[in-house]
């Protein structure tokens, strides 16, 4: 048999997959595979048959046997040949397939004059769900090469097939009723479970389609981008007050200020401006502009800032529609809508109008997605970055969404949707439960008290944060105003931002990160390139090395903490005490100059994160260099590990729950207690329900989370006793793995009645 050569194989698969893609239906992609995979082997006959709900596989389509044999040969799972792919799980190849002793012969396909077969099964989550052949008059085994292309094509299939499965398609097509519900699985970006029907939106306009072209005359197009740029800001404002009218407290709403506030000179804008300078027409400088920022924000690996780029692309698209005149889309909104995109953006959620949004699917995206963190304070389910949502089938169809596990069915059955509407039910009654509980305290039953934190970084986080009744701010991120500009922001600039988390939280302590910038969080006006950024110079080694870059931070930071008594300093990516020396040094000089300059510096805390493993070990020293220690869980996790958790080879590898992590971890809180010294934990560790029972035991003084976990962490510590956590941390600490771990812990909770902490309901 004749080898496919690689270019045309590459370009074949690319058709298939754009084919694929853009059928309307399974029926026609199985049609267009078996044609073009046909044509690209040069091959006698190209086969799909798929696995029925009484495991017999059926032909589905064909190019080369008798067209009128699909639908009707029905073959058995352990016998034919196309049996025995399906039963090994892999390819068989034959130069003579008559001769082999599963060969099975049906006369209404007309397949006895072949001789060389190949057959490769379509497998979908680890099971056979069908089988891919080809076939030959002449005698012959297949090229192995030929043999890769159609390993790769069914993996294509497979994809299509999971698109047609929750769409009830593959059902329609063999004829059968709709086998079970199979939801599709994304992350949880705001907790809540609702029903209702999809709504698909999509962008107005496609940076990516802008091509370059030069212009001579700028000045028109300086005119144009600003008249954009204009009409944007307007329709930010017009989002604003429907954001109002749908309840949106005036808090959460900042996010959309930071929206106007990228859109004035000083950031973008001023680049845009000057790439058009440069002779590029409005539309090619935009897309220039804007396609650079968003590149700095998603080579970030911290997962809260590299989803700003949405943000970034949301606004320069927005732009591009006005440049380009496209008229404004009217959806029609049905009661009880559930938004479905690629891409939903936060912009996208306020232009729903008040009252019918239920909730919310995004393909691509995760948690710390804007449209996550605005749904969450919304109060609106939301599932993210399901990837192989069929989002083009989808419109008009009933969707049940589950924004505490990640899951979304399509088409429900009645079982399922009644389910779901008794959940719902019991979802109402038990945030009720959860409200009640804002203003007590995180107080065991047996009388111990843990304070909880919140996780901010943005003004917008500050509403949720108070909403949900935080008692302070764990860890609060000062790299977005950095990030966002095209320089260094100034001393007053950063006052004023940081004043505004000062005063929201006034009485209550904020503990201010350091800047914590390098490596993947690179800025683009001071770029740092490394082969290995998250071993690099990144967190306090880049700001030591730049003591005007830290002095400006602090001085800010003192600046607006005055007339406060609630400020705490954190060091990140500490690894050395003399590291800590230096900031210290540093600090003190910039408390001095401002007391000689009138400003009345008020006795503060200093901390230091313990995110790598060098810190675990030099814990009880740092502790007695500094005021307190904060654990980033996420980080430690991280490089405890050695998992990259956005990796996703080895994401599944990491888990806080890891044996090591949790010794790692108690070790922290003992060193930091042997110094008197307190020690707090953040991260999604920290807002998690189960884990959250585990470093109760440790003796953590407080934790610090994404506003959305607290009151679930606090129901979860009201509902225990310090003796019961400690019983459970003993078993943790001597499990085998984080899965037994969190499979005992999750068994504790449905036990005592806390099972509503890990699904819908009660």
Known sequence: MAPIVGSQMLGTLRRIVQEVNNAPSLDVALQRI?????????????????????????????????????????????????????????????????????????????????????????????????????????????????????????????????????????????????????????????????????????????????????????????????????????????????????????????????????????????KIVEYIDQGLWAAGALKKAVLEHVSVFEAMEDPYLSERALDIRDLGIRILAHLQNVPDRANDYPASTVLVGEEITATMLAEVPPGVLSAVISVRGSNNSHVAILARAMGVPCVMGVTDFPTGRVDGQEIVVDGYQGKVYIKPSVAISREYQRLVAEEREFSAELDGLRDEPAKTKDGVVIPLYANTGLLSDIGPSLKYGAEGVGLYRTEFPFIIRDRFPGEDEQCRIYRQVFDAFKGRPVVVRSLDIGGDKALSYFPINEENPFLGWRGIRVTLDHPEIFLVQMRAIFRASEGGDNLNILLPMVTNLSEVELAKQLISRAAKELEEEGVVIRPYQLGVMIEVPAAVFQAEQLARQVDFLSVGTNDLTQYLLAVDRNNPQVAHLFDSLHPSVLQALQHVVKSAHNSGKQVSICGEMAGDPAAAILLLAMGADSLSMNASSLPRVKWVIRNMTQRQAGQLLEEALQSDSAAATRERLNKVLNDVGLGGLLRAGK
């Open 34 to 270: 078996v044609l073009r995979v046909k044509q690209a082997m040069g091959v006698d006959t190209c086969s799909i048959y798929l696995r029925d709900s009484e495991q017999m596989y059926v032909l589905m389509a064909t190019q080369g046997l008798n067209p009128t044999a699909v639908g009707r040969v029905r073959l058995s799972p352990k016998k034919g040949l196309i049996g025995l792919v399906g039963e090994r799980a892999e390819p068989i190849n034959l130069d003579d397939a008559p001769s082999h002793k599963c060969y099975q012969y049906f006369p209404e396909t007309g397949e006895e004059a072949f001789h060389g077969f190949l057959g490769v099964p379509i497998i979908q989550q680890s099971q056979v769900v069908g089988v891919l052949a080809v076939q030959e008059v002449e005698g012959g085994r297949f090229e192995e090469d030929s043999v890769s292309f159609l390993i790769t094509v069914a993996a294509q299939l497979a994809s299509a097939i999971a698109h047609a499965e929750v769409t009830g398609d593959t059902e329609r097509l063999l004829g059968k009723e709709r086998r079970s519900d199979r939801p599709l699985v994304g992350l949880a970006g705001s907790a809540g479970v609702a029903l209702g029907c999809a709504v698909v939106v999509y962008p107005p306009a496609d940076l990516n389609a802008v091509p370059d072209r030069l212009v001579s005359d700028t000045a028109v197009e300086v005119q144009q981008l600003m008249a954009a740029v204009d009409a944007v800001r307007n329709d930010i404002k017009l989002l604003l007050v429907r954001l109002s009218d749908m309840g949106v407290s005036e808090d959460d709403r900042v996010l959309f200020e930071v929206y106007l506030m990228m859109l004035d000179s000083g950031g973008m804008v001023d």
